[in-house]
């Protein structure tokens, strides 16, 4: 069987027979997102933006270090803006959650999703945790609590997808690497399903001066053809139902509700809902 799969070149790739995904999952939902999604527009680019509808009630603000002031979107603005790209939670009020029970950890999450879920009128699947604390009882929360994923606060220096959906680390968060150099290794790689997941929040960007430098990482990215845009949901969900494709010398079956796609023999091959493909 290895020698026929060997011969045969069998290769997983994304949705429409791209090789490569593109997301980048920011947190916060502050003003500086209205520039950000607008440049994510322009490329034909997709963000997961991870929000505290708690936060946005009030539309808190803070003062960072360098003195910048930055504030929370309000509801109303957040709603519209947000368009086509994912909406994941980020807890109600963005606490320490170090520092909470279980019931308070739980009342956290659960009205946070149903407020954004009534905000944007769509299912929340995903979970972006505050800060950088996560343990098994807060896993045990956001599965209890409906979602698919929770994104933590590390970082995998990987272009290999995450294994756990309840652990997952995006590749990078953009303050601490040179984003030229990741592109071009992004570029280059040629991992099965390579992934370029980048963290952050937008007003980094204004802090620490960044905007040309992702506009020009997104001028790279969006030139590519062979690099699909995706929201982290869209990720997941697709890696999921790929770990449950049967691959033998014989044939492909897709046992899921979606389209997975694969390279055989250099040739790009869409294997449809529940169908199975000889080869």
Not at 180 to 202: K, T
Not at 231 to 245: P, V
């Amino acid at each position: 069987m290895e020698e026929r799969l060997k011969r045969l070149m069998i290769i997983k790739l994304y949705p429409d027979g791209k090789p490569k995904a593109f997301n980048v999952t920011f947190d916060d939902g502050v003003l500086q997102d209205v520039r950000f999604v607008s440049m994510l527009n322009k490329y034909n680019l997709k963000g997961t933006f991870n929000l505290n509808s708690g936060l946005m009630e009030s539309e808190y603000e803070w003062t960072y270090n360098s003195g910048r002031v930055i504030k929370r979107l309000a509801a109303d603005k957040a709603a519209p803006l947000y368009q086509g790209h994912e909406i994941a939670s980020h807890t109600l009020t963005h606490p320490y959650m170090d520092k909470l029970s279980e019931s308070e950890i739980m009342y956290e999450l659960k009205t946070d999703k149903d407020k954004l879920e009534k905000l944007f009128g769509r299912e929340i699947k995903g979970f972006a945790v505050p800060f950088h604390y996560y343990s098994d009882l807060i896993e045990n929360c956001v599965k209890k609590c409906g979602f698919t994923y929770a994104r933590i606060s590390e970082e995998s220096h990987s272009f290999n997808p995450q294994k756990d959906c309840y652990k997952w680390k995006a590749t990078l968060f953009h303050p601490h690497d040179p984003l030229d150099d990741i592109a071009r290794q992004f570029i280059e790689a040629d991992g099965e399903l390579s992934l370029l997941q980048i963290g952050g929040h937008s007003y980094d960007l204004d802090v620490e001066n960044m905007w040309d430098i992702f506009e020009s990482l997104f001028i790279k990215i969006s030139s590519r053809n062979d690099i699909l845009p995706m929201t982290t949901i869209e990720i997941i969900e697709y890696l999921q139902a790929m770990n449950k494709a049967e691959i033998t010398e014989k044939y492909i079956k897709n046992n899921s509700e979606i389209s997975l796609w694969f390279s055989i023999d250099g040739s790009a091959c869409e294997v449809k809902p529940y169908e199975t493909m000889a080869l």
